[in-house]
């Protein structure tokens, strides 16, 4: 299984950003063999768009759960469609967020908006 997390730096110590579609980086990270990437995110300075395009991104990579602050409503439309789970990691560092989410410990946030 794939993760993706919203991080403002190329780094496993990195905190997770506290914006998910404008962050500046993605990590992609595999849970079965731990192998992972970093991947630049050029819709940072997209004035409109940048939501869908990031949960692009997670698509393209074929992850299955997203790791971020609270994405905003047009992101949270696109991850509805794509079935794409999204679970709140803010405050954690990508190391923490990984194993917070190992053991269960993460919240899932809904994607319906009320």
């Known amino acids: 299984m794939k993760v993706m997390i919203a991080i403002d730096q190329p780094s496993l110590e ?3 950003s506290d914006r998910f579609a404008r962050t500046s980086y993605f990590l992609i990270y595999d849970l079965e063999d731990q192998r992972y990437q970093f991947i630049n995110n050029d819709s940072v300075e997209t ?3 940048a939501g869908p395009k ?23 439309d696109a ?12 405050g954690l560092s990508t ?9 269960g410990e993460l919240k899932e946030v809904s994607t319906t908006l009320d």
């Open 79 to 90: 991850v509805k469609e794509s079935k794409i789970k999204v679970y709140d990691g803010r």
């Open 47 to 49: 004035k409109h768009g």
């Open 54 to 76: 990031a949960v692009q991104i997670a698509m393209d990579n074929e992850v299955s759960v997203i790791i971020s602050a609270i994405p905003g409503e047009n992101a949270m």
């Open 95 to 103: 190391k923490e967020a990984i194993e917070k989410f190992k053991n």
């Open 14 to 16: 990195s905190k997770i």
